[in-house]
């Protein structure tokens, strides 16, 4: 069965620090998404892309991060100068709406800033 | 008003119990609708999509209504492997938002 891949499972950086989240969505899929989940909360929307572009973004989604589709496979978050409460599991999701609308998501990868 | 609001739990149940959650969203214009449940320090996963009419899967019924921009969730006989927190979603335009979540422990 097709799966949303991410990579890597858990980082630990230091504050300041730029990290990238990376991404393989199901290959047919043409909706990506980006949610993070601070521990003990709710799952937060980032981002949603399509069509090579962003299509929504939240009030989360500040300068300090950017999305990049650099290949046909991979969708990548990039974290700039990372903070203490950038510490949450990011998850990937994609989807393809012409479907079921389900979101597939990923494991998730878990970011521990110090 | 939050984007999509539920019932903010926890609910503890016994075996065999029926528990009904709930759920509010604030755009009219919302299109489709889903219950995914998610388990500790997991990722969500799809438990079912919610349609006009109300639909049934085994031991979950899903119900939506559109008038009040409502959607529930009622799970009969609930077994220990139910234990879990279920997460109404709502999609506008591509848009999947979710809920905070309801967290159900079911006990023996």
């Known amino acids: 069965e097709p799966e949303v891949t991410q990579t890597p499972s858990h980082q630990v950086t230091q504050m300041g620090q730029e990290v990238i989240l990376r991404c393989v969505p199901i290959s047919n899929h043409l909706y990506f998404y980006w949610y993070r989940q601070i521990l003990g909360q709710k799952v937060e929307f980032l981002v949603s892309?399509?069509?090579?572009?962003?299509?929504?973004k939240s009030e989360i989604f500040d300068d300090q991060f950017s999305v990049e589709r650099p290949d046909g496979s991979n969708f990548t978050l990039k974290i700039r100068s990372t903070k203490l409460e950038d510490s949450a599991m990011y998850f990937c999701?994609?989807?393809?709406?012409?479907?079921?609308?389900?979101?597939?998501f990923g494991e998730g990868s878990r970011l521990t800033v110090l | 008003r939050k984007e999509v609001e539920q019932d903010p739990g926890p609910f503890n149940v016994p075996e065999g119990a029926t528990v009904a959650f709930n759920c509010t969203y604030s755009n009219s214009a919302s299109q489709s609708f889903f219950w995914y449940r998610q388990d500790c320090r997991k990722e969500p996963k799809l438990l079912m999509s919610v349609y006009s009419s109300g639909n049934e899967d085994g031991r979950f019924t899903a119900q939506l209504n559109r008038a009040s921009q409502y959607i529930s969730l009622l799970i009969r006989d609930s077994k220990l492997s139910d234990s879990a927190t279920y997460l109404c979603v709502v999609n506008n335009n591509n848009d999947m938002r979710f809920g905070a979540g309801t967290r159900l422990t079911v006990k023996p």
């Open positions: 892309f399509y069509n090579n572009e962003i299509s929504e």
């Open positions: 999701a994609s989807s393809d709406f012409r479907l079921s609308g389900e979101l597939f």
